[in-house]
């Protein structure tokens, strides 16, 4: 069932699905699931101080011997120590959102690190190529959490079409046929976060995992559009709270103060009406929590399966 492209070559990985960088969920547990299944996990540095980092690295080398990532929010006043890190403790890939890796480009390069930007249009991602990036990663706004404008259908074969690094297609995917579509696209591989932060391995809250698997296709609202950084979350108490003020005008100050700790409310705590239960459109998709291993091997068969031209029944 082994399913070869070039990011399975470029990451050294035995099928071409990556797991989302997801903040508070994305730790040592889930990434070492993700890629013992033969995935690549990552570790979402997000805005954590660098050496809790360093620690779920070593915690996840103790829980598999295969590849796996971090992911690091450029954003964060912790990236330069991050980046250290990175090359500190050996890891070898590195996927990057929320600004340009390039002033951490040679250290990495030096020290071997494949480097797979998150790109929301075409011009991030021939950017991304110029400075050395080994491949990108197409996010399409269907997501969860940060995102762009562009549709997945739409921005992955415009990134396809406009750099000669492997592309990889994120965004609305939770599936076989979703993988399928992202390869017809031009994607080499598939970025996947609802359905993996919906897993069994998933530290997540069990209230907050399900509230993604009632969540049906209209579930999802898109808060901070006033403030320049969207993020998409399922619809509940604090979304609602918080599209009201930006409706009436209110400050950045106002509404960042709503939603203060309001991630780890949901993750940690299981507040599903006050936090910010973070989810792609794909939760209308995911409807039963499954190991990291079932995800993976359903998503490769399905693809297989209708990219041979096989019959799907339900």
Aim: net charge negative; glycine share 10%.
């Amino acid at each position: 069932m082994r399913m070869k492209t070039e990011i399975t070559e470029l990451l050294g990985i035995e099928y071409p699905v990556i797991q989302g960088g997801m903040a508070w969920v994305a730790e040592a547990n889930l990434a070492a699931a993700v890629s013992n299944a033969g995935g690549l996990g990552l570790i979402a540095a997000a805005a954590a101080p660098a050496e809790w980092v360093r620690e779920q690295i070593r915690k996840a080398k103790t829980m598999t011997d295969r590849p796996f990532g971090v992911n690091i929010m450029l954003m964060s006043p912790e990236a330069d120590a991050v980046a250290r890190v990175i090359v500190e403790e050996g890891v070898s890939i590195v996927t990057t959102g929320a600004g340009s890796p390039e002033k951490y480009m040679a250290d990495w390069k030096a020290a071997g690190v494949k480097v797979l930007p998150v790109v929301a249009s075409a011009a991030l991602a021939k950017r991304m190529e110029r400075c050395g990036a080994d491949a990108v990663i197409a996010e399409g706004t269907e997501a969860g959490g940060h995102i762009g404008e562009l549709t997945t259908m739409v921005l992955v074969p415009q990134i396809a079409d406009a750099v000669q690094i492997p592309v990889v297609a994120a965004g609305g995917i939770a599936d076989g046929r979703g993988m399928a579509a992202a390869f017809m696209l031009g994607a080499k591989g598939i970025q996947a976060g609802t359905v993996f932060a919906a897993s069994k391995e998933s530290v997540i809250h069990e209230n907050y995992k399900n509230s993604i698997l009632k969540a049906k296709d209209i579930d999802t609202r898109v808060t901070g559009r006033s403030t320049g950084h969207p993020i998409r979350v399922l619809r509940n108490d604090m979304a609602r709270k918080y599209l009201e003020l930006e409706k009436n005008g209110a400050d950045f100050q106002e509404l960042e103060a709503l939603t203060l700790g309001s991630l780890r409310k949901a993750v940690v705590e299981g507040d599903i009406k006050n936090g910010s239960l973070m989810a792609g459109q794909s939760a209308g998709l995911v409807k039963e929590s499954l190991s990291c291993e079932e995800v993976i091997r359903r998503m490769v068969t399905q693809a297989q399966s209708l990219m041979n031209g096989e019959a799907q029944h339900e």
